[in-house]
């Protein structure tokens, strides 16, 4: 289904664990921080709106969604974190550097979840257009920091 077909912050609380002993890390990119600080913010306030303590949410800035994955490794081996949420905007520019940024980012928090016991949340837009990282980040397709934040929950508590 697209996104166009499904709002990223529609969730419905009752189905979501409370998040009241879990704690979880945002590594944030500062690429295009008008939409990374608004996926941000989705997310800790839809993470605070379930339960979570905004003590046990910690937040790191990385350059660039390259350095998303450096960045998720350094909080999971360093904090006590039951899940984090990776936020990145990458906007596809004149060259073919928006595919190598796009693959080798997904591809390295793909394998940080299969390195480690931590879930690592791909909340990375890649987009054509500075107007479709707008719809997604709190814009008519809701905001996908949102729907990152439920993800990071129900991660936490797998298996449990
Ligand atoms: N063009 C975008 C980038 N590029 C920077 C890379 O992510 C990386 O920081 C650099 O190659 C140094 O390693 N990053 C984004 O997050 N979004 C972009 O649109
Ligand atoms: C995703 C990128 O790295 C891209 O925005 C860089 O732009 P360009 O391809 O025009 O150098």
Redesign the pocket.
């Known amino acids: 289904m697209a996104t166009e077909n499904k709002n990223l912050s529609t969730y419905d609380k009752t189905k979501i664990p409370n998040a009241k002993d879990l704690r979880f890390g945002i590594v944030v ?1 500062e ?2 921080t008008e939409i990374t600080s608004a996926l941000a913010k989705g997310a800790f306030d839809a993470l605070i709106d379930c339960g979570a303590k905004a003590e046990n949410i910690l937040k790191w800035d990385v ?5 998303l994955t450096f960045g998720s490794k350094k909080m999971i081996t360093t904090q006590k974190v039951d899940a984090v949420i990776a936020i ?4 596809r ?1 004149e060259t073919s ?2 595919d190598f ?1 796009c693959s080798a980012t997904a591809q390295g928090i793909k394998d940080l979840n299969v390195a480690y016991d931590v879930p690592v949340i791909f909340c990375v837009l890649t987009d054509d257009t500075m107007q479709q990282a707008k719809d997604r980040s709190g814009g008519k397709h809701g905001n996908k920091g949102t729907e990152a934040a439920i993800v990071a929950i129900q991660m936490a508590v797998l298996g449990k």
Do not use: A, D, L, R
């Not at 350059?63 to 350095?67: D, L, Q, T, W, Y």
């Not at 990145?88 to 906007?91: A, P, Y």
């Open positions: 990119s690429w295009n350059p660039g969604s390259f350095e990145g905007s990458v906007i520019g550097h928006f940024v």
